[in-house]
């Protein structure tokens, strides 16, 4: 399930626990934890799961993220769930960037919508020049990101996929790859890059820039190439993606 382009999506299995009622524990929301599962999946290897060690939620920042995800999955509502992704995008930018640039933001973020009335503006993303004139031009000294997951509620040091890093670095190099290497499966970097960059318009029904869109074109619930998330079988029914594939009721409007 993809909230928005610029968080990873989340895992349809936790999707699916989540929307059952089962216990879900909160680090489980944590983006650097579920890169590092998805780490562990792809490699298959006993012995580097026995090692890696996912993060604990122990700050405020952490568990906002977590259950404010937690709570866009459970809710049945398209513009709740976007207000939800909305609220952990003005947190991770605020931690990020530093200053107080988040609050000139979010007023005039709300102001233009007061005006749209909800027609254009989307409430999972960012607007690029808003956001470049409040957020960058009044950045202070005390932001902080992950240089490894690219997340801001914690430093380098603490993130999950360090684990493994380390185990990396402390492994012996790898051995040169054939001539027929760009046949071979990707790695890991690659396939992360491109989940991380999903396709939303594809996967609502229609691209505009392909056939040469730079995201990928798989489905933002399972991450397969033959279908699309809204006619994917993991999305929820009242997903974004089956909910703006139908008509519009223009008598609510």
């Not at 999707?15 to 579920?34: A, E, Q, T, W, Y």
């Not at 530093?98 to 919508?113: P, Q």
């Not at 190099?173 to 054939?178: E, F, G, N, V």
Request: hydrophobic share 30%; glycine share 4%; net charge positive.
């Amino acid at each position: 399930m993809l909230l928005s382009i610029l968080f990873p999506p989340i895992p349809g299995k936790l999707v699916n626990k989540i929307r059952d009622g089962s216990f879900v524990d909160m680090r489980d929301m944590l983006p650097d934890n579920m890169a590092l599962l998805r780490q562990l999946d792809d490699v298959k290897s006993d012995k580097a799961a026995s090692k890696a060690k996912l993060r604990e939620v122990n700050s405020l920042p952490s568990w906002l993220y977590c259950f404010m995800a937690y709570m866009a999955v459970q809710t049945s509502d398209p513009h709740t769930r976007e207000l939800l992704t909305y609220a952990r995008l003005i947190i991770r930018e605020a931690l990020r960037v530093g200053g107080d640039g988040f609050l000139t933001y979010d007023r005039l973020f709300r102001e233009h919508a007061a005006i749209d009335k909800g027609r254009t503006l989307n409430w999972s993303t960012l607007e690029p020049g808003l956001h470049q004139a409040t957020f960058i031009r009044q950045a202070g000294d005390n932001g902080m990101t992950c240089t490894l997951c690219k997340e801001s509620d914690h430093p380098t040091r603490d993130c999950a996929l360090a684990s493994l890093k380390d185990k990396r670095e402390s492994s012996p190099p790898p051995a040169k790859r054939s001539r027929y290497s760009r046949f071979q499966r990707p790695d890991y970097r690659q396939r992360q890059e491109t989940r991380d960059h999903i396709c939303i318009s594809w996967n609502r029904g229609r691209c505009i820039f392909a056939p040469n869109c730079r995201m990928s074109h798989i489905c933002a619930t399972c991450q397969k190439a033959d279908h699309r998330a809204k006619d994917c079988e993991l999305t929820p029914d009242d997903s974004a993606y089956k909910f703006s594939s139908k008509p519009r009721d223009k008598s609510k409007a």
